[in-house]
Nanobody, 120 residues
């Protein structure tokens, strides 16, 4: 099982980006999918998560600007980021709970991280 994230880059303040993260491998089932971020010198923090039932949670700092969504057919989670601010600069990591084929234990998997830089 692996996660492949993409979509980061350099954008000016007020701009938009969309991140994608696709899960692949021997997957039996997928649970909660979401995004975390880690800014320089800070701890990793949750940004947005979406459960299988469609329950969504956002960090207060991104509410109204970011939108998380998932595509069950392609095992992909997205993060649409609008009205970006310099303080959104961070490495963004996708996180997906997966039940691998042949396993009875759900495990959290992490993508490799994608850098988002917002210039002022």
């Amino acid at each position: 099982v692996q996660l492949q994230a993409s979509g980061g880059g350099l954008v000016q303040a007020g701009g938009s980006l969309r991140l994608s993260c696709a899960a692949s491998g021997t997957i039996s089932s997928i649970g909660t999918m979401g995004w975390y971020r880690q800014a320089p010198g800070k701890q990793r923090e949750p940004v947005a998560t979406e459960t299988v039932d469609g329950n969504i949670n956002y960090a207060d700092s991104v509410k109204g600007r970011f939108t998380v969504s998932r595509d069950g057919a392609s095992n992909t989670v997205y993060l649409r980021m609008d009205s970006l601010k310099p303080e959104d600069t961070a490495v963004y990591y996708c996180n997906v709970y997966i039940l691998a084929t042949g396993s009875v234990v759900w495990r959290p998997y992490w993508g490799q991280g994608t850098l988002v830089t917002v210039s002022s």
